[in-house]
């Protein structure tokens, strides 16, 4: 069975956890975003069929690659 005690030493944990968390943002910045750009869509090749991408691609191939 869990004790009252117990939950309250999670909580305090999970609480200081997170401050450490902020602490550490707050310092040095978000080292790790949540998602990756891809999945945010942000970015210069930011259109949705990837078109820019592929463009500059053909772009940088050598002649005898076509």
């Known amino acids: 069975m869990?004790?009252?005690n117990d939950d309250?030493?999670?909580e305090?944990?999970?609480s200081r956890a997170r401050a450490?968390?902020?602490r550490l943002a707050r310092i040095?910045?978000?080292?790790?975003p949540e998602t990756t750009g891809d999945?945010?869509?942000d970015g210069p090749d930011?259109?949705?069929s990837g078109s820019k991408s592929d463009e500059w691609l053909k772009q940088q191939r050598p002649p005898?690659?076509?």
């Open 12 to 14: 305090d944990d999970a």
């Open 39 to 41: 999945e945010r869509g």
């Open 28 to 32: 040095f910045g978000e080292v790790l």
């Open 46 to 48: 930011a259109d949705s």
């Open 20 to 22: 450490e968390r902020a």
């Open 8 to 10: 309250r030493s999670a």
């Open 64 to 66: 005898h690659y076509f």
């Open 2 to 4: 869990n004790e009252p």
